[in-house]
């Protein structure tokens, strides 16, 4: 299968020792694109440099919720130039964090607005987290004209009709995997396959049968067959339209498998 992560951290400490060899798994397993996606300043920068040494990585620059006290006017013009870079292809990781509340909520609604209005102007998509915000996220995002998806999709059914309204693209990760997730199971089942992405989150959320321990993108493939199996379809389908969502969503140019 030709597999597409549409959401990364390879940037992040857990593969410092061992990143080249897990970028070399997932080229064996199939990925022919990986969204390496930064969550502040710093990992946006290591987000740009591996897309520059890696054929089939691409980036996305952004400061995360849990850093928005750190997004000040300078960081903001760093983060525009990053943007530039031909391998950057969306904005993200942005969003709104109401479960940890790591930063102030109003600096946190600041720093999404900041991040929306840059993508806007730059012509990117955005890629947001949300976590116990869904009222203020979408509140927000009805207000923005453009596109994005809501990375590792955590509002349940009820919520869906409202994100694919807005015309977002719904990212489903490792927990569809876990025995309980029947209603992300339920999301995954339900959503139009032409708005579905597939991620790993890595090294976070990882699915069965590695959970528990660090995930990587190579794992996708356990995604793609837990929700090829809520959607009663083949995991071929499901890796050939989550590959063709992603490429169209972020202008993606995947590499040979």
């Not at 620059?61 to 960081?75: E, K, S, Y």
């Not at 600041?110 to 947001?128: K, R, S, T």
């Not at 309204?165 to 719904?170: H, K, R, T």
């Not at 837990?226 to 063709?244: G, H, L, M, W, Y």
């Amino acid at each position: 299968m030709r597999l597409i992560d549409s959401h990364a951290h390879l940037n992040f400490p857990q593969f410092d020792a061992d990143r080249e060899a897990v970028i070399a798994r997932a080229r064996k397993a199939g990925l022919v694109a990986i969204l390496n996606v930064g969550t502040d300043l710093a990992s946006s920068r290591t987000a740009v440099k591996l897309a520059e040494k890696y054929d089939f990585l691409y980036a996305a620059v952004g400061v995360h919720p849990h850093d928005a006290r750190t997004l000040t006017p300078t960081v903001l013009d760093e983060l525009r130039r990053l943007a530039r870079h031909p391998k950057v292809v969306a904005i993200g990781e942005i969003g709104l964090d109401y479960y940890r509340d790591l930063s102030p909520r109003p600096m946190q609604q600041w720093a999404f607005a900041d991040q929306l209005a840059l993508a806007a102007e730059l012509g990117l998509p955005v890629v947001v987290h949300s976590r116990e915000a869904h009222d203020d996220v979408l509140a927000t995002l009805q207000g923005w004209d453009g596109v994005g998806v809501l990375h590792s999709y955590s509002a349940g059914p009820e919520r869906l009709e409202e994100v694919l309204e807005l015309g977002f693209y719904i990212g489903i990760s490792g927990p569809v995997t876990f025995p309980k997730a029947n209603r992300l199971r339920a999301v995954a089942a339900t959503v139009p396959l032409e708005r579905l992405l597939v991620e790993t989150d890595c090294p976070y959320l990882t699915p069965e049968p590695h959970r528990g321990r660090r995930n990587e993108p190579a794992y996708v493939q356990y995604v793609v067959e837990a929700v090829a199996r809520a959607r009663e379809t083949s995991p071929k389908a499901v890796a050939r339209a989550t590959a063709d969502n992603a490429r169209r969503l972020f202008g993606m140019r995947p590499a040979p498998s």
